[in-house]
């Protein structure tokens, strides 16, 4: 490896891959510059990413002759090393999660062997701005799936447009943590060719992309550059999908008109991405019909294609949404970058429209069916999160116990970029509304008429529902507190009516001021306490920290009879390394009592659930961190007696 990485911090920052996303809508989130984290469940996992995922993601790049394919490129001669025409992604989703821990936390090796990076995708790059190494090697035998000519099957197979999304997503990441042009330029002259390419004039071409991101990069490219020719771009992207009418084209939701599309279709990573875009162009361009199809899309599914443990795609055939209510357990999909992709729009939703709901959903995937994607040791993965795990399936790219890469290694990189963006979920702010999104250990600082105001949270969450907030103004201010009421604390596990809890528990929360009841109005899932605000306030908010068993809609056919087990925002599941008399056996019953322990000691410290049921002595550790401990079976859902 060519760089090490420096000792542990015990907190970190973060920049937000999913935000920014200013422009006409009127919520903005918290630059990841102001939040500082220090708590015991974000905080270090973020920290394994910088120096260890990170790290180890670059050096499967070089081994696997990932960036060797950029300098075979750069001569011109040779032969492409590696399986996929998207390799070239994984450098850069992994430059981009580099740039935002350099962002937070300097660091002067890594900055060097990622300008080294940058110089080799330079020299890679066509005079015209062409970048893409399945190419560019040896333009007269391209990869199978790259056709003979540029862009003839981007539609299809070549990815040439996603590989130029992450490209932009990147070099807008490192611009702004380094504050250097290198790799942004490379970005802009290869964005310029695409403007030259696509779009409505005679000659240019109508393809809509193959696999969607290049709609989100150029938002990103615009934001910083500010020229709307890229803006333009990528509504036209969103525009040219469905005017071949044909219903093949499901999977790379193409087979009708964004504006006319009502249900989350095809490979559920692409699916969201393009939602993500959507959303980025309705909110800059006012598009109501965007706004109106992506509201459309999100009530199908999350009323009908949405896993308990937050992830998304249901068949292993095409990583893709199944029909209604299709929420197979054993055969699962729920690819790591689905669930990634579902928080990058879910987060959007949030922005443009200030409901709770789309938290709920971004922090029931964030919690169990994204992070499970990557185990404690921050360098083995899961491609598919299915919520069954035996030996009697096995995956395409592997389901049995975490890999350390993947011929298509798309999930590790997605991680190394995501996890550095966490605390940038936390806050949003709109004038003199602070929204407290997540619950989570550490200090903001915010901004509001020119004034400083922090915000800081003591709190133990997810494990403890009690949450101490600080509001600390540089000088006396009337400020609106919206503090986020999670669904499942009123007896709503996610929104859409997929799934109910067996027994509602106790439902509510508690609201206190300086250690006295405040009165409090409701907005959109939000307590907003609305007042003037002095150093030293604070704000007590406890949680109902019960733990619930959940049903499914009975239209699910594989959770009919079954019962799941959560609390707070975590689902649990049952592993056999804890449960000696085989989960096959393991049956539940209805009501039976539970209890929660915190195990400090065990898989980097977690509740467990005990109870007992038809005689057996059972546990549930939370799903995120299962197979953390050698291969094991799992179940998510056990049979109700």
């Given amino acids: 490896m060519i760089f090490r990485t420096s000792t542990l911090i015990t907190s970190i920052l973060a920049f937000s891959a999913a935000c920014p996303i200013f422009g006409q809508t009127s919520i903005s989130p918290v630059s990841f510059k102001q939040v500082r984290i220090t708590d015991s469940f974000w905080a270090p996992r973020i920290e394994i990413n910088r120096t260890v995922t990170i790290p180890s993601s670059f050096q499967k790049c070089e081994e696997t002759g990932r960036v060797e394919n950029f300098v075979k490129a750069a001569k011109r001669q040779g032969k492409f090393l590696t399986t996929f025409p998207f390799d070239d992604t994984d450098i850069y989703k992994t430059i981009e999660g580099a740039s935002f821990s350099m962002s937070v936390h300097p660091d002067v090796a890594m900055d060097r062997y990622v300008d080294s990076l940058i110089t080799l995708i330079a020299a890679a790059q066509e005079p015209d701005g062409y970048l893409y190494t399945a190419r560019t090697i040896d333009p007269a035998h391209p990869h199978e799936w790259s056709g003979p000519e540029r862009w003839v099957k981007e539609s299809v197979l070549s990815h040439e447009l996603y590989n130029a999304g992450h490209l932009y997503e990147a070099a807008t990441a490192h611009y702004r943590a380094t504050g250097k042009r290198n790799f942004l330029d490379v970005a802009v002259k290869n964005a310029d060719l695409l403007v030259k390419v696509f779009g409505p004039a005679p000659g240019q071409r109508n393809d809509a992309p193959g696999h969607e991101i290049v709609e989100m990069g150029l938002v990103s490219l615009y934001r910083v550059t500010g020229e709307k020719k890229y803006l333009d771009l990528a509504s036209f992207f969103i525009d040219s999908r469905g005017k071949k009418n044909d219903p093949a084209r499901a999977y790379w939701q193409d087979a009708t008109p964004v504006v006319r599309q009502d249900e989350a279709v095809g490979h559920a990573v692409r699916a969201c991405y393009l939602y993500s875009g959507v959303a980025d162009v309705a909110s800059l361009t006012d598009n109501k019909d965007y706004l109106l199809a ?152 915010l901004e509001y008429a020119g004034q400083k105001v922090q915000v800081s949270q003591e709190t133990r969450y997810p494990w403890d529902g009690q949450v101490r907030i600080s509001v600390d103004p540089g000088k006396e201010a009337t400020l609106a507190m919206y503090i986020r009421v999670p669904g499942w604390a009123m007896g709503q596990p996610a929104p859409g009516g997929l799934y109910r809890y067996a027994g509602m528990g106790r439902t509510g929360f508690v609201l206190k001021v300086n250690g006295k009841p405040v009165a409090y109005t409701m907005d959109k899932g939000y307590a907003v306490i609305n007042r003037q605000w002095k150093k030293g306030d604070f704000i007590e908010y406890k949680l109902p920290m019960d733990i619930h068993q959940v049903r499914a809609d009975e239209r699910v056919v594989a959770d009919t009879g079954k019962i799941a087990i959560e609390r707070g925002p975590i689902v649990f599941c049952f592993e056999a390394a804890d449960n000696t008399m085989g989960l096959d056996s393991l049956t539940l019953q209805e009501g039976v009592r539970l209890s929660a322990e915190y195990h400090p000691g065990k898989l980097n410290g977690i509740v467990e659930i005990h109870g007992v049921s038809g005689g057996q002595a059972f546990t549930a550790i939370p799903y995120c961190v299962w197979d953390n401990r050698g291969m094991n079976k799992m179940k998510v859902w056990v049979t109700r007696r």
């Avoid at 459309?296 to 029909?323: C, H, L, Q």
């Avoid at 795990?389 to 890469?405: I, V, Y």
Wanted: aromatic fraction near 16%; include cysteine.
């Fill in 294 to 445: 992506i509201d459309r899309i999100w009530d199908n599914m999350v009323s009908k294609k949405y896993y308990i443990t937050g992830g998304i795609g249901a068949r292993p055939d095409g990583e893709a949404f199944g029909g209604p209510y299709e929420l197979p357990n054993l055969t699962a999909y729920n690819e790591t970058c689905a669930a990634i992709a579902n928080v990058y729009w879910n987060y959007r939703m949030f922005l443009l429209h200030g409901e709770s709901k789309y938290i709920d959903v971004l922090e029931r995937s964030l919690y169990n069916g994204l992070i499970s994607g990557v185990g404690l040791d921050g360098k083995t993965f899961f491609y598919p999160n299915p919520l069954q795990c035996d030996a009697s399936f096995k995956f395409n790219r592997g389901s049995l116990t975490r890999q350390p890469w993947f011929d298509c290694s798309c999930c590790p990189t997605n991680l190394c970029r995501f996890l550095p963006s966490v605390p940038g979920y936390i806050y949003a702010q709109q004038q003199d509304r602070i929204y407290i999104n997540l619950f989570v250990n550490g200090t903001a600082q």
